[in-house]
């Protein structure tokens, strides 16, 4: 079965969260892990990236509805990561 990247595309450095994203939502069934990175250009319309790396399509509606995810989206990455795009892939 393919695996699945959740990507987040969003304009906050979230330098002490990216600690917690792994510690706290890689305990959610079906994530595999994580990627972060950073815009080569300064000027770039999203400045940050973060890919959860989903076992299956499955996973993806089990993590948006974990707890340990809802805590972290609510309190930690929407409120300073208002301007974000959010996309699902399919991986062959």
């Known amino acids: 079965m393919p695996g699945v990247l ?3 595309l969003f304009n906050t450095n979230l330098d002490e969260a990216g600690v ?3 510690q706290q ?4 069934p079906g994530v ?3 990627t972060f990175g950073q815009a080569v250009e300064p000027g770039a319309r ?8 989903f076992a299956d399509q499955g996973a993806i509606s089990r993590y ?5 995810h809802q805590d972290f989206a609510s309190q ?3 409120p300073v990561a208002v ?3 959010t996309t699902d892939f399919i991986l062959p």
């Open 64 to 68: 948006r509805e974990h707890p340990l």
């Open 46 to 53: 999203y400045r940050y990236l973060l890919q959860v790396h």
């Open 6 to 8: 959740h990507t987040i």
């Open 76 to 78: 930690v990455f929407r």
């Open 32 to 34: 595999r892990g994580f």
């Open 25 to 28: 939502l890689g305990q959610i």
């Open 20 to 22: 917690r994203v792994q």
């Open 83 to 85: 301007d974000r795009l």
